[in-house]
């Protein structure tokens, strides 16, 4: 595509980006069928499993690509221009571990733990920080999912909305109040562990492909370790990983452009002598289409 040629800077962006390419375009070729369904594209999980996309954010030093957050921008608008319920719920992924990475809150040991599950067995991660009675956490109310401590370390106990790419994850960072007290922090739970299930509640008109289910922990017995992170994490700066999500948006933009654009090519009307793509108001709406990607 000419739109995303312009974006690239040297060759190692222009191989990323065509692998974001060849991905959108076998997630687009499933993306109609998902959506008429309301069904979760497995394929799609499985297929950028097989690429390594989901260690683009991983530092190299534990086997990942570091990419920027440039590339990582460019690249989530690219793969949502094939499916955009797929590229947000990775970009989750991407976005949490560049986050991470950054910041370095965490015991480096179980940093680089997490690191090497991405790289080596494809493992994927989101933070589950939403619940039904107190919304997103950016609202400042303390969740309801509780953090018990036990003689050998947490007992876990809550309900999590929200868990985008639910049924195919190996972890959450789950947001719990700890105790009776006012301190809160991020536990990280393997999905198989005893007590970790999925319920399906996410009943949608459209973004089915999310998946974002309900995750329920019922006593869930963790180490003192799976406390990863506590109340020092936040502040007022803000988090420019979750440019993520527009870019995902400008992708279904570009890819509404295209199938305008291809539609006004092939329509030809027993009105016209030819296609729609020659009528001087078609030609307008296109242009101002155009304009309207150009300024986003």
């Known amino acids: 595509m ?164 639910a049924k195919v994850l190996d972890y959450s960072l789950v947001l719990a109040r700890i105790g009776e007290t006012e301190k809160k922090g991020f536990f990280l739970v393997d999905h198989k562990l005893d007590g970790v299930s999925i319920e399906d509640t996410w009943d949608v008109i459209a973004m089915k492909g999310t998946g974002s289910e309900d995750l329920v922990l019922d006593h869930v017995s963790l180490p003192p370790s799976a406390m990863v992170e506590g109340d020092e994490r936040g502040g007022d700066i803000p988090k420019a990983w979750l440019l993520h999500i527009p870019a995902c948006y400008l992708g279904v933009a570009v890819a509404a452009r295209n199938y305008a654009i291809e539609f006004a090519e092939n329509y030809s009307p027993n009105s016209l002598p030819g296609p729609i793509k020659e009528v001087p108001e078609v030609q307008r709406k296109i242009g101002e289409m155009e304009l309207e990607l150009f300024q986003a």
């Open 2 to 165: 000419d739109l995303y040629e312009s974006y690239i800077q040297n060759d190692r962006q222009r191989e990323l980006l065509s692998l974001a390419g060849e991905l959108a375009d076998a997630f687009a070729q499933r993306a109609e069928e998902h959506d008429r369904e309301g069904s979760f594209p497995f394929e799609n999980f499985n297929d950028l499993k097989k690429k390594g996309y989901g260690k683009l954010t991983v530092p190299k030093e534990y086997g990942g690509e570091e990419i920027s957050l440039y590339e990582m921008v460019m690249l989530q608008e690219r793969l949502a221009t094939g499916d955009a319920a797929t590229a947000l719920s990775i970009g989750w992924h991407l976005g949490g571990l560049m986050e991470l990475s950054e910041s370095r809150l965490w015991d480096e040991a179980q940093f680089q733990a997490l690191c090497e599950a991405v790289v080596t067995d494809q493992a994927l991660v989101n933070r589950a920080a939403s619940e039904p009675a107190t919304g997103s956490p950016t609202r400042g109310g303390l969740p309801e999912t509780k953090a018990t401590e036990t003689d050998n370390g947490f007992e876990l106990t809550g309900r999590k909305s929200f868990t985008s790419m």
